[in-house]
């Protein structure tokens, strides 16, 4: 069965600083991964999504990802944060087929301090 | 740009009543999803259609839980006889069928409070 980890809950950085937010997956074939972010009262927007090639990928709002396989790792960087980046941060895995039914992690809410 | 809508957005209900959701996806989606999140929890899939055919259901999904798609267009999710544990906010997601790969876009969900 397909799993995904996101082992800090709760994390708080500076504006200004870099992020580094941890994704973990466990999954039988080769994965399909995204990160979304969703923010009070709103629904989830996608950040970016991995399926095959480069293994960093860019997405939106100045996120990147690296996806390392020997590690099932997944996780998402920036370099520099701003205070609208505060928000919920879901790390998704889900398979490369027709249904695409993805599985999240239970999700990182990121404070920005002034 | 119409996105993903849903309706209503928050619903308060008492134990022992029934609900229902509608959610309209963007018009040219085929696949249609439905998912569960619980506070503090990521979302859970529950069920998915292709046009009007249900195609996969979540053992999340109990007998008191029916989605219908009956023209291809918008969704509905009925919970009968609601129960606590129900309380949760219910999210739709569409996207095309075009490829394996197209981005899912969610809808901003319906809060369901069952006291």
């Known amino acids: 069965a397909q799993s995904v980890t996101q082992p800090d809950i709760h994390i708080t950085v500076s504006e200004g600083a870099s992020l580094e937010l941890r994704c973990n997956y466990s999954?039988?074939?080769?994965?399909?991964l995204f990160w979304y972010v969703q923010s009070p009262g709103q629904g989830l927007q996608l950040l970016l999504k991995?399926?095959?090639?480069?293994?960093l990928v860019q997405g939106i709002k100045g996120f990147e990802a690296e996806f390392k396989r020997s590690q099932s790792s997944f996780n998402l960087r920036k370099p520099s944060v701003h205070w609208s980046d505060a928000a919920e941060y879901f790390c998704a895995v889900g398979p490369l087929n027709a249904g695409n039914m993805l599985t999240f992690g239970g999700g990182t809410r990121l404070m920005v301090k002034p | 740009d119409t996105g993903v809508s849903q309706d209503p957005r928050h619903k308060i209900t008492k134990r022992g009543q029934n609900v229902t959701f509608r959610c309209d996806p963007i018009s040219e989606h085929n696949r249609l999803y439905w998912y569960r999140q619980t506070l503090g929890q990521g979302p859970e899939f529950l069920t998915y259609?292709?046009?009007?055919?249900?195609?996969?259901k979540s053992r999340l999904l109990s007998d008191r839980f029916s989605a219908e798609r009956p023209k291809g267009s918008f969704s509905t999710l009925e919970i009968q006889r609601t129960e606590q544990g129900d309380s949760a906010m219910y999210l739709c997601?569409?996207?095309?069928?075009?490829?394996?790969?197209?981005?899912?876009?969610f809808g901003e969900g319906s809060r369901l409070t069952v006291l």
């Open positions: 259609f292709q046009n009007e055919a249900q195609l996969e």
């Open positions: 991995y399926f095959s090639g480069d293994t």
């Open positions: 997601a569409s996207r095309t069928g075009d490829s394996n790969t197209g981005e899912l876009f």
């Open positions: 999954y039988g074939a080769t994965p399909y």
